[in-house]
């Protein structure tokens, strides 16, 4: 069976996708940065039959990304796929009036971050027998290959 990890698995877009995979037969590790937020996605698709595990912590620290990879492979036997959901953009107005900490975050959230989670899921993914050559970042307009 094959294990897929959703990162942002809280946001409405997350959800779905968690649900979706779960449906589709996959073991699902959603991660998100609330354990309270997070686990209720687990407890509401295991309910409707759904093999979904919970993992709470912040992906902008390099070291929860790797201990994240690594503990996604020990509880679920693995990683096939990842799949990555950016956080809202909440930055609204003309971009003449955007902030400098505005514009890092933004450019943090949907690049950087993707880009450090991917990398570091990289060689877990590599050994995948079902892998498919492609990570997903859904609604930040990246996608990275193998």
């Given at each position: 069976m094959s294990c897929a990890l959703v990162v942002g698995a809280?946001?409405?877009?997350?959800?779905?996708?968690?649900?979706?995979?779960?449906?589709?037969?996959?073991?699902v590790a959603a991660a998100g940065d609330c354990p309270n937020s997070v686990g209720k996605v687990a407890e509401d698709n295991k309910k409707?039959?759904?093999?979904?595990t919970a993992f709470s912590l912040n992906v902008?620290?390099?070291?929860?990304?790797?201990?994240?990879?690594?503990?996604?492979t020990e509880n679920l036997g693995g990683l096939d796929t990842l799949i990555i959901v950016p956080p809202q953009n909440e930055?609204?107005?003309?971009i003449v009036e955007t902030s400098e900490e505005d514009f890092?975050?933004?450019f943090s959230d949907?690049?950087?971050?993707?880009?450090?989670l991917s990398q570091a899921a990289l060689p877990t993914l590599a050994k995948s027998e079902y892998i498919t050559g492609e990570n997903c970042i859904v609604g930040?307009?990246?996608?990275?290959?193998l």
């Open positions: 809280t946001s409405t877009l997350g959800k779905a996708v968690v649900r979706r995979l779960a449906f589709a037969g996959y073991k409707v039959g759904g093999d979904v902008t620290d390099p070291a929860h990304r790797k201990e994240l990879i690594q503990k996604v930055i609204v107005g003309e890092d975050k933004l949907k690049l950087t971050i993707p880009f450090r930040g307009g990246v996608s990275y290959r």
